[in-house]
Structure formats: C-alpha cells, structure tokens
C-alpha cells in the first residue's frame, strides 16, 4: 500500500518568508510525528499528534514553528519568518497503534 | 537533545564482512528500534527490541540490549555494497512520551 508522503521534496526560500510542509500518513495510522534532521546529525523530534488528544509539542524549538492536522489525517507544519537555521530536512512518521513508526522521504528545506 | 550516541561515527569495511555498530543512552526505555537511511532522506524500520528482551534476529540483523548498560548493538552479518547507509538507533522511553529519541547515527560503507 501507498506510504507516508511529503510535500514538496524540496523547498527553498528566503529568510523571513512563511512556508508550509504538508504530510500525507499512511491511512489508518492514529499517530504522526514532524522531526528534524540537520546535516549529519540524527532526528530531533517537534510535536506529535494521536488521535484526537492535544498535540505534544514539546519539541518545537520556537513559536515560528506550529504544525495542525486535519480531520485525523492530513498535517501541515508550519514555519513562520524563517532563518538560516531552521534549513533541515523535516520528516514525518506515522504509526499505527505499535511503536514502530514508518518515515516519509522527508522535505529539504533550505533558507537562503 | 540526542539521548543515543552512535559508536562509530563512521565505519567502512568489505563486502562480506560483519559490521557492529554500537548506541547507547541514558534514561529508562520502553524499547529501543535501529532505522536505516539512504542519502539523507526518509528512514525504513530495521528491527525493534523490547527492554525486556536481550537479543533479537531478522535475517541478517542481530541487535542486541543490555540494560544494566544502557547500551545496545547492531550486528549486519555477510555485508553487501547495498548496506551502505547511516544506521541509527532510537529510544521509546519509559512514560507517556510516544516520541523517539535518535542517536546521531553510524556510517557505514561497504566497499564491493
């Protein structure tokens, strides 16, 4: 079946500028996850959603960063008035109810 | 901040070798899960391990946990050219928090 997919593959803006990431999880997946991966560096989690409960976002690093989701499915992450640093690739996970949590290909983003 | 520290950072070895990629962490784990990934994109599930089990198999995967230790090891058995990617290893603590915690991964080049 189809897998987690993310919009666009890659994204390049200037500093200041809004932009928005979307997610498409794979159906039926109650939790989905945004993390961050710098250049050679491991994943730092953002925010994380499951079912209807309120979002853990715990792991947004600034109130630049918001991410929703629709209807249980659809999330959109959110970067406000961007910087050079938030330049990344951002990954989104869905997961069914078991822990193990399957990845999209990820949007780069890069802040010129 | 990365609870999982990858050892090696990098490792290359021939096709045909085994290769031990270690991590370890610091705080109470639910379980602990190794990803793959290819070219800095999305990541695929390899294999997960409970914190009440001390090793586990799939295919030519051996992972191993030791909890005393807080450390956990990934042995890929008869490498080939196409296990060449960053291995990381990722932590569901103990507690509510559903997020995973990724070390900074491992390198590995397996030269033909």
């Known amino acids: 079946g189809a897998g987690v997919s993310q919009s666009p593959s890659n994204k390049v803006t200037e500093k200041g500028k809004d932009v928005e990431l979307r997610c498409d999880p794979i159906?039926?997946?109650?939790?989905l996850y945004w993390y961050r991966q710098s250049l050679g560096q491991g994943l730092e989690f953002l925010i994380y959603?499951?079912?209807?409960?309120?979002?853990?976002k715990s792991g947004l690093p600034s109130d630049r960063f918001s991410a929703e989701r629709t209807g249980g499915s659809v999330s959109t992450l959110t970067i406000q008035r961007t910087q050079q640093e938030d330049s990344a690739v951002y990954l989104c996970?869905?997961?069914?109810?078991?822990?193990?949590?399957?990845f999209g290909p990820g949007t780069r983003l890069t802040v010129l | 901040s990365q609870q999982g520290e990858e050892d090696p950072q990098a490792l290359s070895i021939q096709e045909g070798e085994n290769a031990t990629m270690n991590c370890s962490y610091k705080t109470s784990i639910n379980n602990l899960q190794w990803y793959r990934q290819n070219s800095g994109r999305g990541l695929v599930h390899l294999i997960l391990?409970?914190?009440?089990?001390r090793e586990k198999h799939s295919g030519r995967l051996r992972v191993t946990l030791d909890t005393s230790k807080k450390s956990s090891s990934l042995l890929i058995t008869a490498s080939r050219a196409a296990d060449t990617a960053s291995y990381f290893c990722a932590t569901l603590n103990s507690g509510s928090a559903r997020q995973l915690t990724f070390g900074s991964g491992t390198q590995l080049t397996v030269l033909p």
């Open positions: 159906s039926g997946h109650t939790a």
């Open positions: 959603f499951q079912g209807n409960s309120a979002p853990d």
């Open positions: 996970a869905s997961s069914p109810p078991s822990d193990t949590q399957y």
């Open positions: 391990i409970r914190s009440n089990e």
